[in-house]
């Protein structure tokens, strides 16, 4: 079960709203890398991991991600706050505008709604944590290019949290897919799946 | 938001940060006794952080609502309004 506490896990207070900005952030909630898609892969692939600590790594990163799409719908938010028609038209936020409004929808830049086909949950653990590192890359890559698109501090300050937690997330996952081959034939590790394989044995 | 529930949140914050820092880090390290240490030490300055905001604020948790005559966990504001994170 969850628990809701009441602040972002980081502060979000936007003065400037840009709505084309805001769209191009909409990636990091509901597009192929972002945290929508994040908390559900992991959450999700808990399931299959054999190993304990493992599991608490998949649950508390996940848990995780939930916080950061709360900040990343922040950032939206407060980045669409009391637009003119004008403004939704010119910064090309209005192909967003006529289907949303200014609601936050878990959509990537382009307005392609989220879909759990951006993520795996195989029930292999070494094939989940591989597809979690890479993940955690291609997520620290898209707050690279969002740094590489804006100079206001006030965006860049929490799109930079978010970034260092994805390098963190990495370092753990592979700590994790390490914990899960030390209990493996070291001369190989893809001779059987440990979450399936491994039960049927005993 | 006043500067002084502002500076009260940001100690909050920060030492929240500290306790899912630690509880990551101690998941692949389980027998670290300096994280072990930190995360005893951080979580306990959370939990004294917490009551102090929550007793002057309003309830972070609704389940640690104080409530007699009005639900106070509809009386505060949402994290994601402006100045108010």
């Known amino acids: 079960m969850w628990k809701y506490e009441k602040t ?47 599991q608490g790594i998949l649950t508390d990163i996940g848990t ?64 989940d944590l591989h597809e979690d590192l890479a993940a955690e ?19 860049r300050d929490p799109i930079k949290f978010l970034r260092e937690r994805e390098i963190v997330h990495f370092q753990r996952f592979g700590e994790g897919l390490r914990m899960i081959t030390d209990q493996l034939d070291a001369k190989n590790f893809y001779a059987f799946n440990p979450s399936f394989d491994g039960a049927k044995k005993k | 938001m006043s500067s002084e529930k502002q500076k009260l949140l940001r100690r909050l914050q920060a030492t929240r940060f500290a306790v899912i820092e630690i509880n990551l880090y101690l998941d692949s390290h389980p027998t670290c006794s300096e994280g072990l240490k930190y995360f005893r030490s951080k979580s306990e300055e959370l939990k004294k952080l917490t009551e102090e905001y ?17 639900w106070d966990w509809v009386s505060t504001a949402f994290p994601w309004e402006r100045g108010e994170s």
């Open chain 2, 54 to 70: 929550q007793e002057k604020y309003g309830p972070l948790c609704a389940a640690d609502s104080k409530a007699e005559n009005y």
């Open chain 1, 8 to 54: 972002l896990e980081y502060p979000v207070n936007i003065k400037n709203p840009d709505p084309a900005l805001a769209k191009v952030i909409l990636a990091q909630l509901g597009g192929p890398d972002g945290e929508v898609g994040a908390a559900t892969r992991y959450l999700n692939q808990r399931y299959a991991i054999p190993c304990r600590q493992v």
């Open chain 1, 64 to 127: 995780e991600e939930l916080a950061h799409s709360e900040i990343v719908s922040a950032i939206i938010y407060q980045l669409t706050r009391n637009l003119t028609p004008k403004q939704i038209v010119e910064s090309g936020f209005d192909a967003y505008f006529v289907n949303h409004t200014t609601g936050i929808y878990p959509a990537d830049a382009n307005g392609m709604g989220f879909t759990a086909d951006y993520i795996q949950s195989t029930g292999d653990p070494i094939a």
């Open chain 1, 137 to 155: 890359q291609k997520a620290r890559l898209s707050y690279d290019n969002i740094l590489r698109l804006t100079d206001d501090p006030d965006v």
